[in-house]
């Protein structure tokens, strides 16, 4: 990109659609194929030049800190501000206002995996002498997110957030990823619940101020839901997206982190990422697009699929898991099945012969006992 870059990063959100597993930690800082998303985000800014990133805060902000400090560990400059009530995407940009300077800045909603290339955006912007640019990735159903239209030149013609069906004129949405100049900023009241997409956009464009859109076919992927939160680690698990694993690599794409341990009568067919210090026990099955964090148990017999199962937690003897999440430090006791994007959060006890399907929710630290929960 030339010259070093700063960007801010929305990362106040409550993550309520990845409940349970958002109680006890912000969206961004659980774990992606056992790295924490936001240090895969970070990385991913770093590769492209950006030295310093502001990190807006607002839910659970000590985890920021405490896991990042002031991102030496990463070579990045990071600086927190935290919210005392939530201001909205352009309230908490304009909340970090004085940490952004006058060049153009690249801000990030903080939910997105993607590879886009940042440094390509950042020559459009420039190019284009924009305002705004906001990167647009093609998608299905866009009603779920902002829809962009562009006219033949680029600009954008309007801002539509979470259209209905007969508003959709485009499969182009906002991807959340912007380089804007600091100075659209100037007339947002201070201190004051602002959106970007539905008040300064639509206003900026009404002005007359350019506003161009820069569509890619990167990969992309916002993290919101479970059914995501498992999208996203099978895309990185199968290729389609790159982030560094740790770990050694085993025939039949297994990645097995330092000190896993697998019986030898244990059957394993990747892509399979198992944590430091995992232990499989016999007779267990660990199969394609699993991912088992730190210190994870899979007891006898037991069989894994298509799930993540997040550090510290035991999988009893005979249970089975498939398209699956298991938060962190579970025990889950033998003969269980859990299945159908089900989500059971951090530190949950069940006792043996408990059924949780069809995308069934447990908060965390919830007690059961055996054979309580039936489908
Ligand atoms: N600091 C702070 N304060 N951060 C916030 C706040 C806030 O009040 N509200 C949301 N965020 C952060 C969230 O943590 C998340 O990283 C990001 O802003 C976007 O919020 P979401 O709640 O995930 O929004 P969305 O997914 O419904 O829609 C947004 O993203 C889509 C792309 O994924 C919009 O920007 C859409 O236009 C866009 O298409
Ligand atoms: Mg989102």
Known sequence: ?????????????????????????????????????????????KQYGVDEVILSTGYLPAVFDEYFGDGSRLGIKLVHVTEDEP??????IKNVAEFLGSEPVIVCNGDILTDLDIGALVSYHNEKSAS??????????????????????????????KPSWDQVVTNLINAGTYVMDPAVLDDVPPGENYSFERQLFPDLLKEGRPMFGFPCDCYWLDLGTPEKYLAAHHDILSGEIHVDMKGERRPD???????????????LHGPVLMGEGVTIGAHARVLPNTCLGRGVTVGTEARVEGSVVLDGTTIGDRSIVEQSILGRDMVLGSDCHVADCSVLGDNIVSGAENEFRKGIRVWPSTNIEDGRIKF
């Open 132 to 161: 705004v640019t906001i990167t647009l990735t093609p998608v299905e159903d866009p009603t779920a997110y902002g829809l962009v239209p562009l006219d033949e030149n680029g600009h954008i013609k309007e801002f539509l957030e």
């Open 87 to 92: 201001l909205g995407t352009c309230g908490a």
């Open 253 to 267: 794409d297994i990645i097995a982190g330092e000190g896993a341990s697998v019986d030898a009568t244990a059957h």
């Open 1 to 45: 990109m030339g010259k070093e870059v700063k960007a801010a990063m929305l990362v106040g959100g409550f993550g309520t659609r990845l409940r349970p597993l958002t109680v006890t930690t912000p969206k961004p800082m659980l774990p992606l194929v056992n790295i924490p998303f936001l240090e895969i985000e970070l990385l991913h800014l």
